[in-house]
T-cell receptor, first 118, second 110 residues
Framework: QVHLVQSGVEVKKPGASVKVSCKAS????????IHWVRQAPGQGLEYVGI???????NYAQNFQGRVTMTRDTSTSTVFMELSSLRSDDTAVYYC????????????WSQGTLVTVSS | QSALTQPPSASGTPGQRVTFSCSGS????????VSWYQQLPGAAPKLLIF???QRPSGVPDRFSGSKSDTSASLAISGLQSEDEADYYC???????????FGTGTKVTVL
């Protein structure tokens, strides 16, 4: 059962912004926290932040000031926008869900590759 | 943000038992449950263990987790070729108000 589906590949220039979408099933959108995690090529997982069902957000320190997470209730879609892109933001960005509050991620989306290159 | 520390690699022959660690601190593993994720080549991570030692339905009982103080461990018994993957631990960090992931362990089946 597919709970989360992300938008496609993005190629951006340094300094630009990218907005990645994550469409959730209705139950997921209403009842789960949605987290974002990224993985640079050949590297490990890095936590980006969370948006809860009420729209509240919390961002990891490394991304504060550059990341914004929002949600559109009409389409059950969550968005992650990252600004002032640098080459080291090149990564696969995953959305994943947490049944509140269980402290684990039980379903992951397929990921969106964001490439930052001049 | 600081990551949890895992050995970069672990290996074993088919049928063997492999165990590796995830080391953290009082603010993360020491006070919150640990989860483990398996990432097959080219795929998204998949939940393997939650709540330190609980397996979701569908995960073979060859996989087991444990936790003691500020460290956690994942064991794979009866190692199979399809277990070749990267494995990551994760926990909430109360000091950072953020989740932290382990550095990842690559398991190779010899």
């Amino acid at each position: 059962q597919v709970h989360l589906v992300q938008s496609g590949v993005e190629v951006k220039k340094p300094g630009a912004s990218v907005k990645v979408s994550c469409k959730a099933s209705e139950n997921t959108f209403s009842n789960y926290y949605i987290h974002w995690v990224r993985q640079a090529p050949g590297q490990g997982l890095e936590y980006v932040g969370i948006i809860n069902p009420a729209g509240g957000t919390n961002y990891a320190q490394n991304f504060q000031g550059r990341v914004t997470m929002t949600r559109d209730t009409s389409t059950s879609t969550v968005f992650m926008e990252l600004s002032s892109l640098r080459s080291d933001d090149t990564a696969v960005y995953y959305c994943t869900r947490e049944m509140t509050p269980t402290q684990y991620f039980d379903s992951w989306s397929q990921g969106t590759l964001v490439t930052v290159s001049s | 943000q600081s990551a949890l520390t895992q050995p970069p690699s672990a290996s074993g022959t088919p049928g063997q038992r492999v165990t590796f660690s995830c080391s953290g601190s009082n603010s993360n593993i020491g006070s919150n449950p640990v989860s483990w994720y398996q990432q097959l080549p080219g795929a998204a991570p998949k939940l393997l263990i939650f709540g330190n030692n609980q397996r979701p339905s569908g995960v073979p009982d060859r996989f087991s987790g444990s936790k003691s103080d500020t460290s956690a461990s994942l064991a794979i018994s009866g190692l199979q070729s399809e277990d070749e993957a990267d494995y990551y631990c994760a926990a909430w960090d109360g000091s950072l108000s953020s989740y932290v992931f382990g550095t990842g362990t690559k398991v190779t089946v010899l």
